[in-house]
């Protein structure tokens, strides 16, 4: 962590922004960091570790799996650190100076609805992003009840696995009644089929749920082939990609998409 946290503080020459990374570059990472400094030491050093060391935020921006003015669904999102880092994405920012070769297109203009269970997260969240306005507003509720209106792309990253296996089912079902024609669902699960990987992230995830508050009595998890079959018996084409370089874990990110709407030429 301290490495990283290191690395992070200083911009890379340009011939190493030719090596992929996993992570978000440095100016990225303050950039989408620095709306949580104001809230004191815990938010920010919270939001510079999980965006600087989570792989998910670069890989969603790397390929391109969030179109610009997209409507997103966060759900389970946390302080909002997935809108923190979209919000900053204005195309003047300085850190789309140093966007990394090789990345998709920055998407400009989305509109992220965050939900979250805990109310101090969404106290923060509102707090450090009250400057995006209707780009980033949060809902406190539950994913198993919450409404969550209509969204191009649903985002539920580490999330589903603290809720039974039959809440899960309805939280998809609900998540593709949501949907657009043409939407996307970006999941990210662990693999309970992965051994020492998986279980060294339980082990990790219940220390983390533990001292923010939450009393799991236990985790409902699946393996990669039975959540690649429910999504595919809710209709969606489902690939998966990993998504835990640079960390002992087993996270895959599940892209479900939906079929585009019926003569829109887009069928592939
Ligand atoms: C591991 S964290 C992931 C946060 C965020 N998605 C990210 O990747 O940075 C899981 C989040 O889901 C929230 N959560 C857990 N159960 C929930 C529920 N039933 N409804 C809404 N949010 C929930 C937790 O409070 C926590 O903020």
């Known amino acids: 962590m301290l490495m ?26 303050n950039q989408a960091a620095a709306p949580y400094r104001p809230l ?10 999980k965006l600087g060391g989570d792989p998910a935020f670069a890989g969603l921006l790397q390929r391109g799996l969030i179109p610009a003015n997209a409507r997103l669904l966060d759900i389970g999102c946390g302080q909002g650190l997935l809108a923190s880092l979209l919000g900053s994405l204005t195309g003047q920012s300085p850190a789309e100076r140093a966007w990394p070769i090789g990345w998709a ?10 939900i979250e269970l805990m109310p101090r997260d969404v106290e923060r969240a509102r ?15 539950n ?8 969204a191009d792309v649903a985002v539920i990253l580490d999330v ?11 939280v998809l079902r609900r998540v593709q009644a949501t949907l657009a024609p043409g939407g996307a669902l970006l999941l990210r699960v662990g693999d ?8 060294i992230s339980n082990w990790v995830d219940a220390a983390v749920t533990f001292v923010r508050g ?13 959540w690649q079959t429910l999504l595919r018996a809710l209709g969606f084409a489902v690939e998966a990609i990993p998504m835990h370089q640079g960390t002992p874990f087993a996270n895959i990110l599940l892209v479900a998409r939906l079929a585009p709407p019926a003569g829109s030429g887009n069928g592939g």
Not at 4 to 29: D, Y
Not at 40 to 49: D, I, K, L, S, V
Not at 160 to 169: I, P, T, W
Not at 192 to 199: D, H
């Open 105 to 114: 297109a920055a998407p400009h203009g989305v509109q992220v609805h965050g």
């Open 160 to 170: 589903l696995h603290y809720v039974d296996y039959q809440a899960q089912e309805d």
């Open 40 to 49: 004191g030491p815990f938010p920010w050093h919270f939001a510079r570790g």
């Open 192 to 199: 309970a089929s992965a051994g020492l990987p998986f279980r």
């Open 4 to 29: 990283r946290a290191l690395k992070c503080a200083t911009p890379l020459p340009e011939p190493f922004r030719l090596m992929p990374s996993p992570f978000l570059p440095p100016e990225l990472l």
């Open 214 to 226: 939450h009393r799991l009595s236990r985790l409902y998890c699946r393996t990669l082939d039975d």
């Open 127 to 141: 707090t450090a992003l009250a400057h995006l306005g209707e780009r980033a507003r949060f809902t406190l509720g």
């Open 143 to 150: 994913m198993c009840t919450a409404d969550f209106g209509q």
